[in-house]
């Protein structure tokens, strides 16, 4: 099954729908799997409301959808949505939240690096009448120093260039009420930063703090090359300042350019047979170094024309192979909205 980038699944009756829904991607986790369910069942099951655990298989390529199949198939509160290919993280985020059903929506890492335990704090904010709860990281165990300090600088330096007042310290580990899940719905930009989307779209938002914990088996997913893409995915979505930037440093160079004409000047007038001002290494040196300012900047330029470039192409976000535990109709459905859409 082909699935474009915006599903229109059939709204469930008040009495089927499922008052939460917990979002989890899932990329090569066979060893946690099975923990990260037992402990996401315990934390909602003294609830007592019904909830779902919709599990996105991001192209995995170790047992991961063997044991996926097999929680759906010993509760059939776990679904399953099995992307065609690898897509990502953020669009793994993205298909899980058009796929759940639940009036709250807890997206959070199948990793258990943010502990299940919290969802219920995340309940309880929402319950007194706050739109989107994000969990606040106090602590984050297990992490390099070099990870803590990119993090902690990454954090401090959006929050100060971006249009929008993302929480510093904040991952993806939130809930969303359903009238910010349909708000989302509306935004499907190619290069998703889902973090700032969630508050970019408003409503009444809080925090709830919790301790990190270190990864318990496998590896990250998050290498230092796409900590680095998803920063710059981050400051662009939001952020024009790159591109000022070029701007502001054209001007101080042609300032300092123009002090430096005016004093080399002034110095050959003073002292004329003085041969270090008939030196071509000072003009070369110059030249190179305004010619890699330059090259800097048409990348920068580059990167936002790629992301144009996306966007107008009109791709769906992600492509889904198949799905398990939802209904029969509601896939159909959402097919023939695609194709009556195309």
Known sequence: MVTNDMPHPVQCSDQARPSFSVVAPVFNEEQILPEFYRRVVAALEPLGEPFEIVLVNDGCRDRSPE???????QDQRVKIVNFSRNFGHQLAI???TDYAQGQAVVVIDSDLQDPPEVIPDLITRWREGYQVVYAVRTERAGE???????????????????SVEIPIDTGDFRLMD?????????????????????VWVGFKQTGVPYKRNARSAGATKYPLSKMLRFAFDGITSFSYLPLQLATYFGFIVALLSLLFLVIVFMLRLINASNPAFYGQASTLVTVLFLGSIQLIFLGIIGEYLGRIYDEVKRRPLYIVADTFGFENEQISTESEEIHSRN
């Not at 044991?67 to 198939?73: K, N, S």
């Not at 390099?144 to 971006?162: C, D, V």
Request: proline share 0%; hydrophobic share 45%.
């Open 178 to 198: 359903r009238r910010v899940i349909e708000a989302l719905k509306n935004v499907r930009e190619y290069n998703r930063f889902m973090r700032g989307l969630s």
């Open 67 to 73: 044991i996926m199949y097999r929680l759906h198939e």
């Open 144 to 162: 390099t120093w070099f990870k803590k300090i990119t993090a902690t600088f990454f954090y401090r330096l959006i929050a100060k260039i971006t």
């Open 94 to 96: 993205t298909a899980g």
